[in-house]
C-alpha cells in the first residue's frame, strides 16, 4: 500500500455510498479466471473489503483508510470532537442519522482516556516549560492575572477552574483543575482560592512581580501571603474595563 503523500489528518475526506463503491468494485476480476467474490467487514468507522476467487482461490483485502500503528485512523474523529470542544453524543448521533459508519460512544471514550487526555497534558506540559524559560531567558517578572470559574453556578459546583494569564504576553500561562472534596478543597465556595493557591505555589519560584484578581471574597487570604516579591490588586469587573493599559508597567 502506497504512503499518503499528506499526513493523514490533513488527507482529505469524502463520504461514500456502499452502493456507488461496490459498483466501482465490480469491475475488478481475478486475472487468472476472471471471476470475483465481494465481501465486505464494517468496523466503527472503518471498511474492510475482501475480494476473493472461489476458484483459484486467491485474495485481495482492502482498507476504507490506513492504520496508525495498530489503531485505524478513524481515532482522527475522536482526535477531532475533543479538540473542537464538541460532544461526542451530539456528533455521533448525528452520523447516526445520517447512516454513516461510525465509531460508538464507548470507542470515544476509549480513545480519549487511553490516547487523547495524555498527548494533550504532553503538549501543555512542555508549552508551559516553554514558555516559562522564555520569561525566564528575558529576565524579566511575571504580571499576572487570574479567575476562577465552576461547572455550575451557586454553591453546588463539584469541579472548578482556575486560569493564571500572563499579562504582558498575553498567553495562559497556568491551569489548575479542582475538584470539592480532594485534599484541601472542602466545599464549592473555597475551589476559587484553592485554584489560586495551587497556582501561585506552582508560579512563585519563577518571580512574580503583580498579581491581578476579581474582587472574591476568598481570595485576598490566599493571596496576602508573605511574599516580598508579590503585589496583590483586587479589582471588579466593572472596574477592570475602566483601568488603564499601563497600569501592570
Known sequence: MDEPVKPINKEKKCIVFMTCLTRLLSWCHCPDCGSVDICHNVIGSLLVITLSCASCFKKVTWNSQPYIGSTPAGILLSASILLA????????????TMALATISSRTYFRHQRSVLLPVVQRVWNMRQIFLLGTFQAEGRDLVLGGDGRADSPGHCATFGSYTMLELHANVVIDLQLVQVGYRECGGSYHMEKTGLERSLAHLERQGLERMVTDRHGKEPSGSERPTPTLSTSMISGMEQKDFPKNCFQ
Open 85 to 96: 470542544g464538541a460532544t461526542a453524543g451530539k456528533v455521533l448521533r448525528v452520523m447516526k
